[in-house]
């Protein structure tokens, strides 16, 4: 009989719209690779997508890609000891091939990524390869630190966007990615923030949040903003966005839709106005500066975990859509 403490509970999707809660076998700690014990996963649409079969994934597989925890058995051979808070890269690449030592390690085609490709942060204990964990103060609250992984994506697109000194930035999409750029712009010196979406809670809490003004798709002020960051991720923002932006404008494409939707797109507009449409995906070296930016305290996160569940709870958030009082779900393991 293996003892109680080499089992653990986790949430594994087994195929397609299927979510098991189970008892598996611990993880041990290998050469380059650490246990850590799960503080704190946040759910994302990702997670909903994979769920429902819309973004590639490999199950059997523990679900959970936006996690922090402590190193519970470090790696043999590893510096992190036991006990150190770590933030955890989900994304890890090869590191060897062309994308990777060109700085472009979200290309990779041997990148797999903990939670999608390999058993993820819904679940007591996860093993992470020591490359991917970066140590942070003791004091950081996890909850806050879970929130790292979707900050550094939102740092790949503002990196993308450029210096944000004076811009005039609209944000399209009220939920975590666009309540977290709607944040980083502010920081980056924006001169104006408007949040755009459709969901009146939303746009309060963003003002609440530091962005100057808020609006409903349609309205504010189509064709006077720098750049303009869709973090919607459905039908039809990305043409919201394109109004928004102002001639010369760029606008950073952050929201993930499902892979076979289209957007219709009015050429001539995008040449008679050279509008810029660059797409931002993952986190290619931005972790460590996201994980230092919870930690400084410099962003608002507490009224963006609006709730709070169990692992045994986490299957249930996984397959409800989200209300629009839904900013993100953390799970707590412990
Ligand atoms: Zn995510
Ligand atoms: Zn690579």
């Known amino acids: 009989m293996e003892s109680v403490t080499h089992r653990m509970s986790a949430v594994v999707l087994t195929g397609t719209e299927q979510l098991a809660f189970q008892d598996r076998p611990a993880p041990r700690a290998l050469p380059g690779q650490s246990v850590i014990k799960v503080l704190a996963c946040g759910l994302c649409g990702t997670d909903r997508h994979i769920v429902h079969g819309e973004y590639p994934s490999r199950p059997p597989l523990i679900l959970g890609h936006e996690f922090a925890g402590v190193v519970h058995e470090p790696s043999p051979?590893?510096?992190?000891?036991?006990?150190?808070?770590?933030?955890?890269?989900?994304?890890?690449?090869?590191?060897?091939?062309?994308?990777?030592?060109?700085?472009?390690?979200?290309?990779?085609?041997?990148?797999?990524?903990?939670?999608?490709?390999?058993?993820?942060?819904?679940?007591?204990?996860?093993?992470?390869?020591?490359?991917?964990?970066?140590?942070?103060?003791?004091?950081?609250?996890?909850?806050?630190?879970?929130f790292a992984e979707p900050l550094a994506c939102c740092l790949r697109g503002t990196d993308l966007a450029g210096d944000l000194a004076g811009a005039r930035v609209a944000v399209v999409g009220g939920g975590v990615m666009g309540q977290l750029t709607a944040q980083l712009a502010r920081l980056g010196g924006a001169s104006a923030v408007t949040m755009v979406t459709r969901q009146a809670e939303r746009r309060r809490l963003a003002v609440d949040l530091g962005a100057t003004s808020?609006?409903?798709?349609?309205?504010?002020?189509?064709?006077?903003?720098?750049?303009?960051?869709?973090?919607?991720?459905?039908?039809?923002?990305?043409?919201?966005?394109?109004?928004?932006?102002?001639?010369?404008?760029?606008?950073?494409?952050?929201?993930?839709?499902?892979?076979?939707?289209?957007?219709?797109?009015?050429?001539?507009?995008?040449?008679?106005?050279?509008?810029?449409?660059?797409?931002?995906?993952?986190?290619?070296?931005?972790?460590?500066?996201?994980?230092?930016?919870?930690?400084?305290?410099?962003?608002?996160?507490?009224?963006?975990a609006t709730r709070i569940v169990t692992l045994a709870q986490a299957s249930e958030s996984l397959v409800q859509a989200p209300g629009p009082s839904d900013i993100k779900v953390i799970v707590r393991p412990g």
């Open 77 to 146: 051979d590893g510096d992190i000891p036991s006990g150190t808070l770590v933030s955890i890269d989900p994304n890890i690449s090869c590191g060897s091939c062309h994308a990777c030592t060109h700085g472009s390690t979200a290309f990779c085609p041997r990148r797999l990524a903990l939670g999608v490709d390999l058993d993820g942060g819904l679940a007591e204990l996860c093993i992470v390869p020591d490359t991917q964990m970066y140590p942070v103060d003791q004091q950081v609250d996890p909850v806050r630190l879970a």
């Open 214 to 304: 808020a609006c409903a798709p349609g309205e504010g002020h189509l064709g006077a903003h720098d750049v303009v960051f869709e973090c919607a991720g459905a039908s039809g923002t990305l043409q919201v966005s394109v109004d928004l932006a102002r001639a010369g404008g760029t606008v950073i494409v952050l929201g993930i839709t499902p892979q076979d939707h289209t957007y219709p797109i009015n050429p001539y507009d995008l040449v008679a106005r050279e509008i810029r449409i660059q797409g931002s995906f993952l986190n290619p070296r931005t972790q460590r500066r996201a994980a230092d930016l919870v930690a400084a305290g410099l962003l608002q996160l507490d009224p963006l």
